[in-house]
């Protein structure tokens, strides 16, 4: 029976010999120099031996996601290379290219399995295009939702932050990140069917919480005067995102948590009239 020196001793084996077989692979080896993809190297040796690696969202994964692009289209993984080369000491703007690779990849197989006609990057347009077998295509553009969380204080004195992406008006919540991105960069705005799709990029705001509080009214609970008894809860979907004029032409909103694109879940928006998108 093994110790559990010995145990960790294998872990570290076996995920030094995945990365160097992964990077020996990787078809834009000048990336794997970049202050970002060190930073995810040595992050993932670190959750590798904390045994809190996340699976979907890793070094690892970046390499093989931007290898599988690289076979389907050369130009569409370099076009993410520069963009990685050019931000690489910026971690916040290289988790959002991150995101972008995690979703165009989940395209990927289909157009291997025949589902989609293919993948388009034109950056004047959307992200990513999703190109449909009967010509019709799927503009998404993608979030990556981090809160920025201040750094400790040297002198060890507990800092107070509060997180409002799950809030309707501040300007850190989601909604109010969708309709900057629509307002300011006149996206999701043309005759079509438009997407957002959302990363959720931290612990803390993953899951479904964030997202429904913040496009829909809040969560709502009636009580009872009396009683004191909860006589009805939910979100309240009267006052939602999509009341707002300029999300007309946002057919639906993506999102996911941390990584893992095929557990996204969809929100349709109902003032949507599809007999005006045009591909």
């Known amino acids: 029976m093994k110790k559990i020196g010995e145990m960790e001793d294998a872990s570290r084996f076996i995920a030094s010999d995945i990365v160097t077989e992964r990077e020996s692979e990787f078809a834009l080896p000048d990336l794997l120099k970049c ?31 931007l290898n599988d692009i690289h076979d389907y289209n ?34 990927v197989r289909a157009v291997h399995e025949g589902l989609i006609r293919g993948i388009h990057l034109e950056e004047a347009e959307a992200d990513i295009i999703v190109e449909r077998l009967d010509g019709s295509k799927m503009f998404l553009e993608v979030f990556c939702v981090m809160p920025l969380f201040p750094r400790p204080s040297e002198d060890g004195t507990p800092t107070v932050y509060s997180v409002t992406t799950h809030t309707q008006t501040a300007m850190a919540s ?41 496009l829909s009214g809040g969560y709502q609970l009636k009580v009872g005067h009396e009683s004191g008894k909860v006589l009805s809860s939910g979100y309240d979907w009267d006052n939602s995102v999509f009341n707002d004029p300029s999300t ?15 557990s996204r879940k969809y929100l349709f928006n109902p003032k949507f009239d599809s007999q005006f998108s045009q591909s």
């Open 74 to 107: 050369g130009q569409h993984a370099r076009s993410y290379a520069k963009r990685f080369r050019e931000a690489s000491k910026e971690w916040r703007n290289c988790e959002a290219i991150f995101s972008e690779v995690i979703v165009y990849r989940a395209y």
């Open 35 to 65: 202050d970002y993809f060190q930073r995810q190297r040595h992050g993932y040796y670190r959750a590798q031996e904390a045994g809190c690696l996340n699976h979907y969202r890793n070094y690892v994964r970046l390499l093989e996601d």
């Open 174 to 214: 989601i909604r109010q990140k969708l309709l900057r991105k629509i307002a300011k960069q006149n996206q999701l705005s043309k005759p079509r069917e438009n997407f957002a799709v959302i990363e959720l990029n931290d612990v803390t705001i993953a899951g479904d919480f964030a997202v429904l509080s913040s």
């Open 248 to 262: 007309q032409w946002l057919k639906g909103i993506f999102y996911f948590s941390l990584g893992d694109y095929a």
